[in-house]
Nanobody
Framework: QVQLAESGGGLVQAGGSLRLSCAASGRSFNTNAMGWFRQAPGKEREVVAAISWRGSSTYYADSVKGRFTISRDFAQNTVYLQMTSLKFEDTAVYYC???????????????????WGQGTQVTVSS
């Protein structure tokens, strides 16, 4: 059974940092594009960052550009989201997502992903 499990969320003060992890199990995702999304209360789920299956191409939403970094560890079958200079408006549930089609380019759309984790809460206090 394919599973994506996020971890690393928590409560942090504005200006602080967190690193989210997304561990994949059940199969290797080393040939799959991955993404991080977030959803704040009352808002739609939105893309935060995405990474190509090779790890050589990345995408960042304008709101996080320069503050967040997406990366992947092929040996660990894990994708990370390093978040720095956190702001109150970064508060949301963060989700990891995977495209199941091998070697497909990453997508910036919710509909472009096939598998999702359960999410991890990130709360930034102002």
């Amino acid at each position: 059974q394919v599973q994506l499990a996020e971890s690393g969320g928590g409560l942090v003060q504005a200006g602080g940092s967190l690193r989210l992890s997304c561990a994949a199990s059940g199969r290797s995702f080393n040939t799959n594009a991955m993404g991080w999304f977030r959803q704040a209360p009352g808002k739609e789920r939105e893309v935060v960052a995405a990474i190509s299956w090779r790890g050589s191409s990345t995408y960042y939403a304008d709101s996080v550009k320069g503050r967040f970094t997406i990366s992947r560890d092929f040996a660990q079958n894990t994708v990370y989201l390093q978040m720095t200079s956190l702001k109150f408006e970064d508060t949301a549930v963060y989700y990891c997502a995977a495209r199941f089609r091998p070697r497909a380019y990453f997508s910036t759309s919710v509909d472009g992903y096939d598998g999702w984790g359960q999410g991890t809460q990130v709360t930034v206090s102002s």
